[in-house]
């Protein structure tokens, strides 16, 4: 079994920046896509960004330019760091990892989320 366990929620003023941390602990062989989703209330969930194996991002518009996906594959972590940050970035935030196990299988896994709340 693999768990994505997140951190680096809180509170911040708008303008602010956080960190998030989204580190994956398990039976792994691999791992390939990463990426990072939202769900504010009464919204459904929308991707903020992605990182592939290779390397590639993908950003959702209302965050390209302030916020960057990293990765350490070593460690099996993935990195959300969203600088200048407005209210409407408020939402619980999701980390994401496809997964490939011992067994070859690939198999997608879920965090349990992190509150991000921007407000004054």
């Known amino acids: 079994q693999v768990q994505l366990v997140e951190s680096g929620g809180g509170l911040v003023q708008p303008g602010g920046s956080l960190r998030l941390s989204c580190a994956a602990s398990?039976?792994?062989?691999?791992?390939?896509?990463m990426a990072w989703y939202r769900q504010a209330p009464g919204k459904q969930r929308e991707l903020v960004a992605s990182l592939r194996s290779g390397g590639t991002t993908n950003y959702a518009d209302f965050v390209k330019g302030r916020f960057t996906i990293s990765r350490d594959s070593a460690e099996n972590t993935v990195y959300l760091q969203m600088d200048s940050l407005k209210p409407e970035d408020t939402a619980v935030y999701y980390c994401?990892?496809?997964?490939?196990?011992?067994?070859?299988?690939?198999?997608?896994?879920w965090g349990q989320g992190t509150q991000v709340t921007v407000s004054s």
């Open positions: 994401k990892a496809d997964v490939v196990n011992d067994n070859f299988d690939h198999i997608r896994y």
């Open positions: 398990g039976v792994i062989f691999g791992i390939n896509d």
